[in-house]
């Protein structure tokens, strides 16, 4: 079997094998050989590319989870202590000093938006729309990984086959050789029977090598996109699921309904809507910008000086000040007067940290507008962004809904063209089976040469290729238009 039938083979086996393994998983994947749905649920929860976008979905969610705590009010501390020395103000009484001291203060503060232009509820909104996306996302990348392992596998499958198959041919060749061997001896045939089935027999060695190389490279592609190591790489084998043939009944698929079903199932369009809504929302916070902003605010602090004073009494001091007063018409008769008095009088002491933090705290509370005027043009700008974003997405959603009627279409004509492919290789087969036979029989006599039985061959080999070829690519294309309708995938 030549390389280029190989590989066409392969392509076409693609999405065949993928509902032809059981539909179960062992607990421990792997065990006695690995199918292709272990394969897949492994990669799905184990590849390095699902776990990055699962990484990605969990930043969405904690952006969600903190644009709803942003509605809570905020609760802010702060605190310092310091040394003075020289002319400073008293930060208790606001006199002036020229002592040394010490200083230390504390507050707290908190705010609670009121009002932000609808911004935090709509940013809630496009944070909540982002998630869903992700997760669609995760789906995606999901399906994506689903059918690099699929081609991995069907490459380390088809290479398994493509090893038995070149034995098998080195091991009819070497028949035919040993034959012809003796024929020449007995003067029956020319040596140049003889150089030629050698030389054929060199080639399908050449064939083996091959085919090992590319199971080899084919095993580690998959191995990698596993993501295993160690043991569990050095014994990976798979298992080979068996393979019907198909059926030769007609493709019945409208591609238009199979698009109508596939645009509302499939996550890489669900995750373009989303960002579509999402766009809509982002659009939305952007012009919030444009109205005032209402908020709560309250907070208290205190203050302490070393060597502060505390005022624990008041005392009242009386008693008589005399006065003299001068009379007469001269002046100088003076008379001496005892006026009474009373004066209150503060009794302080030196107060220690505590009390002055009780008896100095300063709480207030109030309401905040800020009303944008001018910013720069700044809330237009970021207004004409997210104008910009949201064509963008919508444009993605639209190009995303295209490659999927693209591949619908492209699925449906492919089927079609299998199925007459797969009805003309199975007339080709049969009657190019008669003649191989006939060219064998015609050279263990003699009759024919062996440049004649290798044309004959090579002719019944690509027959054979084309014929499984044209089985899997139309099983292949009618399980995706399956796949697209949602409906349950069986052979």
Known sequence: MKKKSVNLLLAAALGSLLFSAPAFA??????????????????????????????????????????????????????????NAGSYQNPVDFSLSTENSQTANFQASSNLPLFMGFQQTNLI??????????????????????LQVITSYLNVLF?????????????TSQKQLDRTR?????????????????????????????????????????????????????????IIPDV?????????????????????????????????LSADKALDVARGAYYPRVSLGAGFSTRYIKGGQRLISVETISGR??????????????????????????????????????????KYVGINLSIPVFNGFLARNNVQRAKLGQQNAKLNADIERNQLRQTIEQAYVDALAAQRKYAAAKQQVTALEKNYKNAELRLNSGVINTVDFFVITNNYRTAQSNLIQAKYEYTFKLKVLDFYQGKEITL
């Open 182 to 238: 003796l024929l020449y001896k007995a003067g029956s045939v020319a040596e140049i029977a003889v150089l030629d089935l050698e030389s054929q027999l060199a080639t399908d060695e050449l064939d083996i090598i091959n085919a090992q190389n590319q199971r080899d490279i084919a095993r580690l592609s998959l191995i990698q996109l596993l993501n295993l190591e160690n043991e569990q790489a050095r014994t990976f084998e798979i």
């Open 26 to 83: 062992q607990d421990n994947p792997g065990n006695g050989g690995w199918t292709l749905t272990e394969a897949i649920e492994y990669a799905q929860k184990n590849n390095l590319q699902v776990k990055q976008t699962r990484v990605g979905r969990d930043l969405n969610a904690i952006d969600l989870k903190q644009a709803r705590y942003d509605r809570l009010p905020d609760l802010n501390g702060g605190g310092g202590y310091s040394f």
């Open 321 to 362: 000040n005399p006065q003299t007063f001068y009379l007469g018409q001269t002046g100088d008769a003076a008379q001496t007067y005892y006026l009474p008095f009373s004066v209150e009088k503060g009794v302080f002491e030196t107060s220690n940290i505590v009390d002055q933090f009780q008896d100095n705290v300063n």
């Open 159 to 171: 290479s398994e086959e493509l090893i038995k198959t070149a034995e098998l041919q080195r091991s």
């Open 244 to 276: 019907p043939e198909p059926d030769e009944a007609p493709v019945v698929a409208n591609p238009t309904m199979v698009y109508d079903i596939a645009a509302q199932t499939q996550p890489g369009v669900k995750a373009a809507d989303f960002r579509v």
């Open 125 to 146: 909104k496009q944070y909540g729309l982002d998630l869903q996306a992700s997760e669609q996302d995760i789906l995606a990348i999901q399906n994506d990984i689903t």
